[in-house]
């Protein structure tokens, strides 16, 4: 089992990313886990909606509860992965240190004996988009944060013309492209292991604070044209 791992899973571009380079990479992901406080309100990623995203990749889906004390209780929880599942991989959308901070996972792996893939840590924030692109991913921004950004921006697709406007709005403001300062979030409603395609079929437009966010309401899933 040494090439077997699990992606730690937001549904957001980048864990979605990570999850296809792990896997060109050779390694067999034998699941998705998503960490959640008490009581969670995702309003970038709503957990119904992550919950179709493992339909439709066809992984098993993970949720396990952390409070305080963070550290140790993330500890905790990657220690049952562990011991429940026998593996002691885990992978990672991580692409940079936030604020000087060193990554998270990484630190609260180490008591554990486990270890973390980053395969996107470093690489240039366009061309990580790009790849997106290159590999046909579906991506949406989910959750917007003003003043970066208008109320328009909220269920637009990320794609070419959006990426032109991102690289417009960085050299305007300093916008991080990938959104790593909380700018924006996105979720994926299909990619290259994708074997269904999600579809948002209604939602509302909210704002909480300085946030505007795509509030879900119906989703589906649908055949993928071969």
Not at 17 to 28: I, P, R
Not at 47 to 73: C, D, M, R, S, W
Not at 153 to 170: C, I, K, P, Q, T
Request: with cysteine.
């Amino acid at each position: 089992m040494a090439n077997t791992a699990f992606v730690l899973w937001t549904g957001g571009k980048d864990s979605s990313l990570a999850l296809y380079e792990a896997k060109l990479s050779g390694y067999d992901v034998k699941g998705l886990v998503t960490f959640v406080p008490p009581q969670p309100k995702f309003l970038a990623h709503p957990l119904h909606l992550i919950k179709y995203q493992a339909k439709a990749l066809g992984l098993p889906h993970t949720i396990l509860e952390v409070n305080e004390p963070f550290k140790v209780n993330y500890e905790n929880a990657l220690r049952f992965l562990k011991e429940k599942q026998g593996i002691n991989q885990f992978v990672t959308g991580d692409i940079a240190e936030v604020d000087g901070y060193p990554n998270w996972i990484k630190e609260c792996s180490r008591s554990v004996g486990a270890h973390v893939l980053t395969p996107l840590w470093g690489i240039d924030r366009v061309e990580l988009i790009q790849r997106l692109f290159a590999y046909k991913f579906q991506v949406v921004f989910s959750c917007i944060k003003k003043p970066w950004f208008t109320r328009e921006w909220v269920g637009r697709e990320l794609n070419e013309n959006s990426l032109v406007e991102l690289m417009a709005l960085n050299r305007e403001t300093g916008l991080d492209i990938c959104g790593e300062q909380g700018e924006y979030h996105t979720m994926v409603l299909d990619g290259p292991l994708f074997r269904k395609k999600i579809c948002i079929d209604a939602y509302s437009k909210e704002e909480d604070g300085a946030l505007v966010y795509m509030n879900i309401q119906e989703v589906s899933l649908q055949d993928k044209n071969r």
